[in-house]
């Protein structure tokens, strides 16, 4: 089990809607180079268990893990940390996250955003590339979170955002051409495998096989295991 600092979820989605019983998770996952010693950024991952999240709700838990990655960069308790924003949230609280970062105006330039989502849902494009241009202002480094089987079934997000890198999940098999099939889509997507971060790496296997594609970036127990966060916020509204 991965370990987790859990929130009752009553206490952060119940703004707009009622939450039922369940909790909001978070832990820290670091991402590692898989070809030198850097250490990149440390992933602020939350999830829900016991319920399952309505959009807004899961806007509500992104909101969280913004407020709570800018509070540990506040602290000096973390070099960089990456954050997850689907397009919804985006459209719906881009007020609210600008005045987050400049409140901490002072370290949101070592924040890294992972956006996501499905561009057929988006209503305007213009607003999200607006939005990614405004952080890229801010120096904030931009990527996208893969939430489909094969990047190339996201394309349209990555001539929408221009992402510097990509997060995708491990294969499901360890045979060659399922990694090779990885590196392939990256290039063609515009990303370069050494800004790619392959999360999941649950094993020796997989990360041999991650790094043989030459990808940059690994995440999972392999890797380094996750961390339990100390949180000292509540989710402001």
């Given at each position: 089990?991965?370990?987790?600092?859990?929130?009752?979820?009553?206490?952060?989605?119940?703004?707009?809607?009622?939450?039922?019983?369940?909790?909001?998770?978070?832990?820290?996952?670091?991402?590692?180079?898989?070809?030198?010693?850097?250490?990149?950024?440390?992933?602020?991952?939350?999830?829900?268990?016991?319920?399952?999240?309505?959009?807004?709700?899961?806007?509500?838990?992104?909101?969280?893990?913004?407020?709570?990655?800018?509070?540990?960069?506040?602290?000096?308790?973390?070099?960089?940390?990456?954050?997850?924003?689907?397009?919804?949230?985006?459209?719906?609280?881009?007020?609210?996250?600008?005045?987050?970062?400049?409140?901490?105006?002072?370290?949101?330039?070592?924040?890294?955003?992972?956006?996501?989502?499905?561009?057929?849902?988006?209503?305007?494009?213009?607003?999200?590339?607006?939005?990614?241009?405004?952080?890229?202002?801010?120096?904030?480094?931009?990527?996208?979170?893969?939430?489909?089987?094969?990047?190339?079934?996201?394309?349209?997000?990555?001539?929408?955002?221009?992402?510097?890198?990509?997060?995708?999940?491990?294969?499901g098999s360890l045979h060659d051409d399922a990694?090779?099939?990885?590196?392939?889509?990256?290039?063609?997507?515009?990303?370069?495998?050494?800004?790619?971060?392959?999360?999941?790496?649950?094993?020796?296997?997989?990360?041999?096989?991650?790094?043989?594609?030459?990808?940059?970036?690994?995440?999972?127990?392999?890797?380094?295991?996750?961390?339990?966060?100390?949180?000292?916020?509540?989710?402001?509204?």
């Amino acid at each position: 089990m991965t370990p987790a600092y859990r929130w009752p979820a009553r206490t952060i989605c119940s703004e707009i809607e009622t939450a039922p019983a369940g909790d909001v998770c978070a832990t820290i996952w670091p991402t590692r180079s898989l070809q030198t010693p850097l250490r990149w950024f440390d992933e602020v991952y939350l999830w829900a268990d016991g319920f399952t999240p309505s959009p807004v709700q899961w806007s509500r838990i992104q909101l969280l893990g913004l407020e709570q990655g800018l509070g540990m960069l506040a602290r000096e308790e973390i070099e960089q940390v990456g954050v997850t924003l689907s397009f919804g949230t985006i459209q719906k609280y881009d007020e609210r996250i600008d005045r987050k970062l400049r409140e901490h105006a002072l370290v949101a330039h070592r924040l890294v955003v992972m956006l996501r989502g499905s561009i057929d849902l988006v209503r305007s494009q213009y607003r999200i590339r607006a939005f990614v241009d405004y952080l890229r202002a801010q120096q904030i480094t931009v990527g996208l979170r893969i939430s489909e089987p094969r990047m190339a079934m996201e394309m349209g997000a990555f001539s929408l955002v221009e992402p510097q890198f990509a997060k995708v999940l491990v294969p499901g098999s360890l045979h060659d051409d399922a990694w090779d099939n990885l590196a392939l889509e990256a290039r063609v997507a515009g990303i370069s495998e050494q800004w790619l971060i392959v999360a999941g790496l649950q094993t020796a296997e997989q990360v041999e096989q991650a790094t043989r594609i030459g990808a940059g970036f690994g995440q999972g127990n392999a890797v380094r295991p996750a961390q339990v966060p100390e949180p000292r916020l509540a989710l402001k509204r």
